[in-house]
Every structure is written in C-alpha cells, then in structure tokens.
C-alpha cells in the first residue's frame, strides 16, 4: 500500500501533533511505500514571512527526522520542491465546481464567522487534493476534521477521470487518525495552536515543567477520592507513562489524599523520558544540517520520480501531452 501525508510547519510541533498524528506516521512507514511531505505552500495561507517560513520548514524536519522517521524506509521531502504538484493543483482547478469548496468546512467556517477569506484557503482542498493524486496514494491518515477534504479529492478524481474517460488517478481512501484519548492543553481543551494552549515536543525542559504545572485543574479538595476518567491531567500522563505508572496513578486518584501538583511533577518527568532520545537525536541533526539538506534533497527527487509519471499521465489525458 502507498501510505501519503503532510503536515504544515505553522510553529513548532507539540505532543497534540504528535500523539494525533506523528507517532502514526512512524508506525505506518514500516510495510508500506510511505511519503511524508512538510506542507510548506499549505502554510503559505498563514505565514507570511520568509525567514519564520524557511526556519519552520528546516524545524519540521529536524523534528520529524528525530522522532523516529526514516529516509531510507519513507521519503521526506518539502512540499514546494516538487512543482508538478501545481501543475496538477491547476489543471484539478478548472473542473473544480465552487459549490464544491464553498462548502468546504474551513473556508465556510472562516466566512460564517466574518473573517476574511483569501483564494487560497478557498482552494486548499484542490492543492490537498493535487497532494494526494500525484503519488497515487491508496490511504491518507487524516484527523475526522480532514475527513472531508478526502472525500473532495476522491470527487475531482473520479470526475477527471469520467470526463476524459480513463483511470489516470486512484481514488484513495482516509485512515483516520485515533489516540486512546483526546491530547488535552493546558486549559483541558484540544492541544492547538490556535487556542494558544500547546507544550511543544522540543520546548527546553525547564520551560516544559512551567507550563505543565501551569496545566488547569479542578477544585476538589486533596483528601477526595477522584475518578480518572475523564480528567484530563490523567489523561495526558497515560500517554506517557509505563503501564505500571498508569495503574499506580489510577490506584492513587481513587485513593484520594494527593495533591494535583504530585501528579503534575509526575507527568513532567515522565514526558522529560518519555521524548530524551529523540532530543538527543534532534541535537545530532541539527549539528549536521547539510546531511538533513540531503536527505530532503534525495526525498524530493524520488518524489519528482513518481510525480512526474501521474502528471504525464494526467496531462496526455487532457491533451496538454
């Protein structure tokens, strides 16, 4: 199976990013032909500056290439270095209906809320679109938010593919990304970027342990049994801890008699383990950025490889060949 993803580099990525998606990424490219692409024209939307652009875009696969995937098993590459990626973004693009996108969640959710809307999240779905087709990819992990945007990239597909009455694309199929609980921020809602709630994987270690005490709790008095489920403290540490730490934390939130700073301490300490070897690895990477360089170099041209094959494909099709 050919296992496709991308994830744009809008800031650094945090434990929300990587238990929701990355740590997906790294199991799937073992027994697949996997690419994995740093979404950097996707980002373009949101980041409009060159420097904080090009420094995120090195971070990403830094950050990446740390946390465990391999160049030699999954080809790493930045999004913009393939341009027969907007080639195919355009010729998607004229048979694109508007009805189509306008109903799209993100642009629809961004207007229905009077913010202003740019052409290019408007067509962000074609690019995603063009993303995936050009690698005949046969599954997309996705979160249930993209979910949609598969569904639109299977529609410009199938119709390309009726109207010029040949099969020059695979129609692919969504894995939706699962987590044995939601990553909760510091406010105990979803770990996002844009609820400015985030602990990033690679933060300073000292800097980490301020925030995670700075983590929200209820009220309930120390000498209260607690129930678990639910709390999103426990819920975080679960994600980090052996299965022996998990049960004794349980043990302890039903016993009661325990402060939530004990618990936060313990969390810390567990995410400071839990992420040492890859930030031992990401120390090694950024020593050697001229060997990240490569690898992204070598991931781009076995991805212009394959790029070109469908884009010829497509294009004889509708007879621009």
Known sequence: MRVLSGIQP???????????????????????????????LHALTTVRDKKQLE??????????????????????????DVPEVSELCWILMTG?????????HAFKDKKE?????DAGL??????????????????????HDQIQHI????????????????????????????????????????MSKSYSNTIEIFEPVAAMRKKVMRIKTDLRPMEEPKDPAGDHLFDLYRLFATADEIAAMDALYRRGGFGYGDVKKALAEAAERYFAPARAKREELA???PKVRDILADGARR???????????AKDACGLG
């Open 10 to 40: 809008t800031g650094r990525f945090h434990w929300g990013n990587y238990f929701g998606a990355i740590r997906q990424y790294i199991d799937l490219q073992h027994g697949n032909e996997s690419y994995y692409f740093i979404a950097n």
């Open 55 to 80: 420094q995120n875009t090195l971070d990403a696969a830094l950050d990446l290439l740390a946390l465990g995937l391999q160049p030699e098993t999954a080809t790493l590459f930045v999004q913009s």
């Open 96 to 104: 694109t209906p508007m009805g189509l996108l306008e109903k799209c």
């Open 113 to 117: 809320r009077g913010l202003t809307a």
């Open 122 to 143: 408007f067509t962000y779905p074609v690019l995603m679109a063009a993303d995936i087709l050009i690698y005949d990819a046969d599954i997309v992990p996705v979160g």
């Open 151 to 190: 569904e639109v990239c299977r529609d410009l597909a199938g119709s390309f593919n009726f109207h010029f009455k040949q099969e020059v694309f695979v129609l692919p199929k969504s894995k939706i990304l699962e987590t044995s609980a939601k990553v909760p921020g510091l406010d105990g809602e979803k």
């Open 287 to 289: 020593a050697d950025l």
């Open 303 to 313: 991805a212009r490889k394959k790029a070109s094959e469908t884009l010829r494909r």
